[in-house]
Protein backbone atom coordinates (compact mmCIF):
# COMPACT_ATOMS: atom_id res chain seq x y z
CA UNK A 1 0.00 0.00 0.00
CA UNK A 2 1.69 3.16 -1.29
CA UNK A 3 -0.25 5.86 1.18
CA UNK A 4 -1.81 7.59 -2.13
CA UNK A 5 -5.81 6.85 -2.19
CA UNK A 6 -7.95 6.70 -5.23
CA UNK A 7 -11.75 7.08 -5.75
CA UNK A 8 -13.63 5.70 -7.10
CA UNK A 9 -12.08 2.28 -8.27
CA UNK A 10 -13.81 1.75 -10.56
CA UNK A 11 -16.44 3.76 -13.18
CA UNK A 12 -18.83 2.97 -16.12
CA UNK A 13 -20.52 5.91 -17.50
CA UNK A 14 -21.86 6.75 -21.36
CA UNK A 15 -20.48 9.54 -23.93
CA UNK A 16 -20.78 12.88 -23.57
CA UNK A 17 -20.83 12.56 -19.51
CA UNK A 18 -18.49 14.35 -17.17
CA UNK A 19 -16.81 12.73 -14.20
CA UNK A 20 -14.53 13.59 -11.60
CA UNK A 21 -11.81 11.17 -10.60
CA UNK A 22 -10.33 11.95 -7.02
CA UNK A 23 -6.65 11.44 -5.15
CA UNK A 24 -5.85 11.69 -1.61
CA UNK A 25 -1.85 11.83 -1.62
CA UNK A 26 0.18 10.32 1.36
CA UNK A 27 0.18 12.81 4.24
CA UNK A 28 2.75 15.06 3.42
CA UNK A 29 3.47 15.35 0.41
CA UNK A 30 2.67 17.93 -2.03
CA UNK A 31 2.99 17.28 -5.55
CA UNK A 32 0.24 15.52 -7.11
CA UNK A 33 1.20 13.69 -10.68
CA UNK A 34 -1.84 12.13 -12.95
CA UNK A 35 -1.50 9.51 -15.43
CA UNK A 36 -3.43 7.47 -17.85
CA UNK A 37 -3.03 4.59 -19.30
CA UNK A 38 -4.97 3.69 -22.39
CA UNK A 39 -4.60 0.99 -24.85
CA UNK A 40 -4.17 3.86 -27.89
CA UNK A 41 -1.77 5.57 -25.92
CA UNK A 42 -0.30 4.12 -23.23
CA UNK A 43 0.84 5.22 -20.00
CA UNK A 44 1.24 8.56 -20.25
CA UNK A 45 1.95 11.81 -18.17
CA UNK A 46 -1.20 14.18 -18.17
CA UNK A 47 -0.34 16.96 -15.48
CA UNK A 48 1.17 17.80 -12.04
CA UNK A 49 0.43 20.37 -9.29
CA UNK A 50 2.39 21.28 -6.76
CA UNK A 51 0.54 22.75 -3.26
CA UNK A 52 -2.16 23.75 -5.35
CA UNK A 53 -0.05 24.99 -7.91
CA UNK A 54 0.11 23.48 -11.74
CA UNK A 55 3.59 22.81 -12.29
CA UNK A 56 3.51 20.89 -15.37
CA UNK A 57 1.62 19.67 -18.21
CA UNK A 58 1.71 16.50 -20.63
CA UNK A 59 -0.87 15.30 -22.89
CA UNK A 60 -3.94 16.47 -21.33
CA UNK A 61 -6.61 16.91 -23.98
CA UNK A 62 -8.76 20.57 -23.39
CA UNK A 63 -12.29 18.54 -22.49
CA UNK A 64 -9.39 17.31 -19.13
CA UNK A 65 -8.99 19.63 -16.52
CA UNK A 66 -7.73 18.83 -12.69
CA UNK A 67 -6.97 21.25 -9.67
CA UNK A 68 -5.19 20.22 -5.94
CA UNK A 69 -7.29 21.50 -3.15
CA UNK A 70 -6.05 23.11 -0.09
CA UNK A 71 -6.13 19.67 1.68
CA UNK A 72 -3.64 18.57 -1.11
CA UNK A 73 -6.39 16.13 -2.39
CA UNK A 74 -6.22 16.43 -5.86
CA UNK A 75 -9.48 16.24 -8.82
CA UNK A 76 -9.50 15.15 -12.08
CA UNK A 77 -12.61 16.36 -14.31
CA UNK A 78 -13.12 14.60 -17.70
CA UNK A 79 -16.11 16.26 -19.57
CA UNK A 80 -17.89 15.40 -23.31
CA UNK A 81 -16.58 11.62 -22.78
CA UNK A 82 -15.46 10.19 -25.03
CA UNK A 83 -15.25 5.63 -26.10
CA UNK A 84 -11.44 6.67 -26.62
CA UNK A 85 -11.37 8.46 -22.89
CA UNK A 86 -11.91 4.74 -21.51
CA UNK A 87 -8.38 4.02 -19.74
CA UNK A 88 -6.89 3.32 -16.18
CA UNK A 89 -5.74 7.05 -14.45
CA UNK A 90 -3.00 6.76 -12.12
CA UNK A 91 -2.44 9.40 -9.50
CA UNK A 92 0.88 9.97 -7.73
CA UNK A 93 2.34 11.90 -5.03
CA UNK A 94 5.61 12.72 -4.28
CA UNK A 95 8.54 13.44 -1.68
CA UNK A 96 11.93 13.87 -2.00
CA UNK A 97 14.40 11.46 -1.37
CA UNK A 98 17.35 11.18 0.72
CA UNK A 99 19.23 12.50 -2.90
CA UNK A 100 17.65 15.02 -3.71
CA UNK A 101 14.79 12.98 -6.36
CA UNK A 102 11.34 13.55 -5.87
CA UNK A 103 10.02 9.87 -5.40
CA UNK A 104 6.55 8.83 -6.82
CA UNK A 105 4.30 6.98 -5.22
CA UNK A 106 1.29 5.68 -6.82
CA UNK A 107 -2.04 4.99 -6.34
CA UNK A 108 -4.30 2.11 -6.83
CA UNK A 109 -5.72 3.77 -10.19
CA UNK A 110 -9.69 4.27 -11.38
CA UNK A 111 -10.67 2.42 -14.25
CA UNK A 112 -12.95 4.76 -16.43
CA UNK A 113 -15.22 2.73 -18.84
CA UNK A 114 -16.98 4.79 -21.38
CA UNK A 115 -19.71 2.93 -23.25
CA UNK B 1 12.26 14.99 -25.99
CA UNK B 2 12.45 11.97 -24.06
CA UNK B 3 11.20 8.17 -25.29
CA UNK B 4 11.67 5.20 -23.80
CA UNK B 5 11.48 1.94 -26.33
CA UNK B 6 10.80 -1.73 -25.06
CA UNK B 7 11.09 -3.47 -28.49
CA UNK B 8 9.84 -6.50 -26.70
CA UNK B 9 5.56 -6.82 -26.98
CA UNK B 10 5.59 -9.80 -25.48
CA UNK B 11 7.69 -13.19 -23.92
CA UNK B 12 6.89 -16.40 -22.78
CA UNK B 13 9.10 -18.31 -21.16
CA UNK B 14 8.63 -21.96 -19.23
CA UNK B 15 8.57 -21.65 -15.23
CA UNK B 16 13.16 -21.61 -13.66
CA UNK B 17 14.31 -20.18 -17.17
CA UNK B 18 16.28 -17.01 -17.27
CA UNK B 19 14.61 -13.61 -18.88
CA UNK B 20 16.09 -10.59 -19.94
CA UNK B 21 13.70 -7.33 -20.65
CA UNK B 22 15.23 -4.92 -22.65
CA UNK B 23 14.94 -1.40 -22.79
CA UNK B 24 16.22 1.44 -24.68
CA UNK B 25 16.24 5.22 -23.80
CA UNK B 26 16.65 8.64 -25.55
CA UNK B 27 17.60 12.22 -23.62
CA UNK B 28 19.27 14.96 -23.98
CA UNK B 29 19.94 15.73 -19.77
CA UNK B 30 22.86 14.67 -18.92
CA UNK B 31 21.41 14.33 -15.64
CA UNK B 32 18.11 11.59 -15.54
CA UNK B 33 16.93 8.41 -13.96
CA UNK B 34 15.80 5.05 -15.15
CA UNK B 35 12.76 3.20 -13.44
CA UNK B 36 11.26 -0.63 -13.93
CA UNK B 37 7.52 -0.80 -13.02
CA UNK B 38 5.87 -4.24 -12.81
CA UNK B 39 1.66 -4.37 -13.31
CA UNK B 40 0.15 -7.53 -12.29
CA UNK B 41 -2.78 -8.47 -13.54
CA UNK B 42 -4.33 -6.65 -10.82
CA UNK B 43 -3.09 -3.27 -12.25
CA UNK B 44 -1.61 -1.56 -9.44
CA UNK B 45 2.27 -0.30 -10.47
CA UNK B 46 5.15 -2.08 -8.37
CA UNK B 47 8.05 -0.11 -8.15
CA UNK B 48 11.16 -1.91 -8.76
CA UNK B 49 14.02 0.09 -9.17
CA UNK B 50 15.49 3.55 -9.82
CA UNK B 51 18.50 4.29 -11.24
CA UNK B 52 20.69 7.53 -11.84
CA UNK B 53 22.52 8.40 -14.87
CA UNK B 54 25.76 8.57 -12.43
CA UNK B 55 25.29 5.25 -11.24
CA UNK B 56 26.40 2.60 -13.92
CA UNK B 57 26.96 -0.56 -11.38
CA UNK B 58 24.38 -3.44 -12.41
CA UNK B 59 22.26 -4.02 -9.31
CA UNK B 60 20.83 -7.12 -7.98
CA UNK B 61 18.00 -7.93 -5.56
CA UNK B 62 17.38 -11.77 -5.45
CA UNK B 63 16.50 -13.00 -8.25
CA UNK B 64 16.29 -9.67 -10.33
CA UNK B 65 19.07 -7.90 -12.11
CA UNK B 66 19.45 -4.87 -13.60
CA UNK B 67 22.25 -3.88 -16.21
CA UNK B 68 22.62 -0.18 -17.09
CA UNK B 69 24.44 0.95 -19.84
CA UNK B 70 25.20 4.36 -21.16
CA UNK B 71 27.08 3.43 -24.19
CA UNK B 72 24.30 1.96 -25.72
CA UNK B 73 21.64 4.01 -23.96
CA UNK B 74 20.05 0.68 -22.68
CA UNK B 75 18.58 -0.38 -19.28
CA UNK B 76 18.11 -3.79 -19.39
CA UNK B 77 16.41 -6.46 -16.39
CA UNK B 78 16.92 -9.91 -16.38
CA UNK B 79 14.82 -12.34 -13.79
CA UNK B 80 16.72 -15.09 -12.80
CA UNK B 81 14.86 -18.55 -12.35
CA UNK B 82 11.63 -17.33 -13.17
CA UNK B 83 8.29 -17.91 -11.73
CA UNK B 84 4.61 -17.85 -12.04
CA UNK B 85 4.37 -14.93 -10.12
CA UNK B 86 6.62 -13.01 -12.28
CA UNK B 87 3.72 -13.27 -14.90
CA UNK B 88 3.22 -9.09 -15.61
CA UNK B 89 3.58 -6.48 -17.17
CA UNK B 90 6.82 -4.73 -16.96
CA UNK B 91 7.41 -0.80 -17.75
CA UNK B 92 10.79 0.67 -18.00
CA UNK B 93 10.25 4.69 -17.49
CA UNK B 94 12.63 7.58 -17.83
CA UNK B 95 12.91 10.86 -15.54
CA UNK B 96 14.59 13.73 -15.74
CA UNK B 97 16.05 15.01 -12.84
CA UNK B 98 15.32 18.14 -10.02
CA UNK B 99 13.30 21.18 -10.18
CA UNK B 100 10.54 19.38 -8.66
CA UNK B 101 8.83 17.88 -12.16
CA UNK B 102 9.68 14.72 -12.28
CA UNK B 103 7.26 13.62 -14.80
CA UNK B 104 7.85 10.15 -15.79
CA UNK B 105 8.06 9.14 -19.68
CA UNK B 106 7.27 5.64 -19.91
CA UNK B 107 7.93 2.18 -22.45
CA UNK B 108 4.84 0.33 -23.98
CA UNK B 109 5.93 -2.58 -21.81
CA UNK B 110 6.30 -5.61 -22.23
CA UNK B 111 3.91 -8.52 -21.12
CA UNK B 112 5.66 -11.42 -19.39
CA UNK B 113 4.14 -14.93 -19.07
CA UNK B 114 5.95 -17.46 -17.18
CA UNK B 115 4.50 -20.93 -18.34
CA UNK B 116 4.36 -23.79 -15.16
Redo the contacts between chains.
Keep these: DSGVTQTPKHLITATGQRVTLRCSPRSGDL?V?W?QQSLDQ????LI?Y?NGEE??K?NILERFSAQQFPDLHSELNLSSLELGDSA?Y?CAS?VISG????????G??T?LTVL | AQKVTQAQTEISVVEKEDVTLDCVYETRDTTY?LFWYKQPPS???V?LI?R?SFDEQNEISGRYSWNFQKSTSSFNFTITASQVVDSAVY?CALSE??L??????????TRLTIIP
Design positions: SYYGLQFQYRAGLFSDGYNEQFFPGR | YGELFRNFAGGNEKLTFGTG
